[in-house]
């Protein structure tokens, strides 16, 4: 049965939660965890730190949505015939006439009113923080995909992604306490970690996004020349990753660890450069790469928490 058709035959809750791709904001939970671990947070604010990962969440969400709406107005997922299920392309909900876009539509704006909601009440539980956060993971949200920034048309969807995804473990901090030295690399290992997983999803995409005017990094080169600068986003990952250990003070065991997700970044990378080409063989090597982020954000965590 066509992934499409499988949605569409469950209840209609089951076609909302598909609309936001949850399989992708596990993503931001790993970040949270991050910031958790490096707060140590007292009993009496974990509560509230349950209403920023929803919140965090929530705007994850928003995010795909807008994207899905967003690519659907600009033409590019109808053409996007090389996309690999279920990691890219979208959900592709309108296309296959799961929902519409004007539902989808709504789907956003309710996501965006619920979170106006619930960023109130964490301005009123920690302040301007609050503001500061929310205001950059909504620009971040709505100006990844949709006019008028379209960051992901200009190049400028990386670092935006990136500097989101920082965001995430540094601001859970920041509710706590100022945050640290050795919070500020992990914020940015786990940055170029997630920058990895969009990086490797636009292969698939990157006919479908040039033909509507997308100038991502991967559209920008060749696919055999992407493909080989994905090393340097690994070393630096890897590099700022493994300065946290002496700046945390952490054992050195630790270090040794963190070979495991290398070596399953280093399978995606041989992967890649094998296959960058035939985009539609790249499954593997998506896979790889995102338990090998799911690797490293734990590795933080256990770093940062003092393990």
Same mark, same amino acid.
């Given at each position: 049965?066509?992934?499409?058709?499988?949605?569409?035959?469950?209840?209609?809750?089951?076609?909302?939660?598909?609309?936001?791709?949850?399989?992708?904001?596990?993503?931001?939970?790993?970040?949270?965890?991050?910031?958790?671990?490096?707060?140590?947070?007292?009993?009496?604010?974990?509560?509230?730190?349950?209403?920023?990962?929803?919140?965090?969440?929530?705007?994850?969400?928003?995010?795909?949505?807008?994207?899905?709406?967003?690519?659907?107005?600009?033409?590019?997922?109808?053409?996007?015939?090389?996309?690999?299920?279920?990691?890219?392309?979208?959900?592709?909900?309108?296309?296959?006439?799961?929902?519409?876009?004007?539902?989808?539509?709504?789907?956003?704006?309710?996501?965006?009113?619920?979170?106006?909601?619930?960023?109130?009440?964490?301005?009123?539980?920690?302040?301007?923080?609050?503001?500061?956060?929310?205001?950059?993971?909504? &620009? $971040? %949200? =709505?100006?990844?995909?949709?006019?008028? /920034? #379209?960051?992901?048309?200009?190049? +400028?969807?990386?670092? @935006? !992604?990136?500097?989101?995804?920082?965001?995430?473990?540094?601001?859970?901090?920041? &509710? $706590? %306490? =100022?945050?640290?030295?050795?919070?500020? /690399? #992990?914020?940015?290992?786990?940055? +170029?970690?997630?920058? @990895? !997983?969009?990086?490797?999803?636009?292969?698939?995409?990157?006919?479908?996004?040039?033909?509507?005017?997308?100038?991502?990094?991967?559209?920008?080169?060749?696919?055999?020349?992407?493909?080989?600068?994905?090393?340097?986003?690994?070393?630096?990952?890897?590099?700022?990753?493994?300065?946290?250990?002496?700046?945390?003070?952490?054992?050195?065991?630790?270090?040794?660890?963190?070979?495991?997700?290398?070596?399953?970044?280093?399978?995606?990378?041989?992967?890649?450069?094998?296959?960058?080409?035939?985009?539609?063989?790249?499954?593997?090597?998506?896979?790889?790469?995102?338990?090998?982020?799911?690797?490293?954000?734990?590795?933080?965590?256990?770093?940062?928490?003092?393990?």
């Amino acid at each position: 049965m066509p992934a499409a058709a499988g949605v569409a035959s469950r209840p209609s809750a089951w076609r909302w939660l598909a609309a936001t791709r949850p399989a992708f904001l596990s993503l931001t939970l790993l970040g949270w965890l991050i910031g958790v671990a490096a707060s140590h947070p007292p009993a009496a604010l974990r509560g509230g730190l349950l209403l920023a990962l929803l919140g965090a969440v929530l705007l994850h969400a928003l995010a795909n949505v807008v994207n899905d709406v967003a690519d659907d107005a600009n033409g590019g997922d109808a053409v996007n015939t090389g996309r690999v299920f279920p990691f890219t392309g979208g959900s592709r909900l309108i296309q296959n006439g799961v929902l519409s876009a004007r539902a989808m539509t709504g789907l956003a704006v309710a996501l965006g009113v619920v979170l106006l909601g619930l960023g109130g009440l964490l301005l009123w539980w920690r302040g301007w923080p609050v503001a500061v956060l929310g205001g950059a993971g909504f &620009l $971040v %949200a =709505w100006g990844y995909s949709a006019p008028p /920034l #379209a960051l992901n048309r200009r190049g +400028l969807g990386e670092p @935006a !992604v990136a500097l989101a995804f920082a965001l995430v473990p540094w601001g859970t901090a920041w &509710l $706590v %306490a =100022w945050p640290s030295v050795p919070l500020g /690399l #992990a914020a940015l290992a786990y940055a +170029l970690a997630v920058a @990895a !997983v969009l990086y490797v999803n636009q292969f698939p995409d990157r006919e479908a996004d040039l033909a509507c005017g997308k100038r991502h990094w991967v559209a920008r080169w060749t696919p055999q020349q992407a493909a080989r600068r994905f090393g340097f986003l690994l070393a630096g990952l890897y590099a700022v990753a493994a300065l946290v250990v002496p700046a945390a003070d952490g054992p050195l065991w630790l270090l040794p660890v963190l070979l495991l997700p290398l070596v399953l970044h280093a399978t995606a990378w041989r992967m890649l450069l094998r296959d960058a080409v035939q985009p539609v063989r790249l499954a593997p090597a998506i896979r790889f790469n995102l338990l090998a982020v799911h690797g490293v954000a734990l590795w933080l965590a256990g770093a940062l928490y003092g393990f």
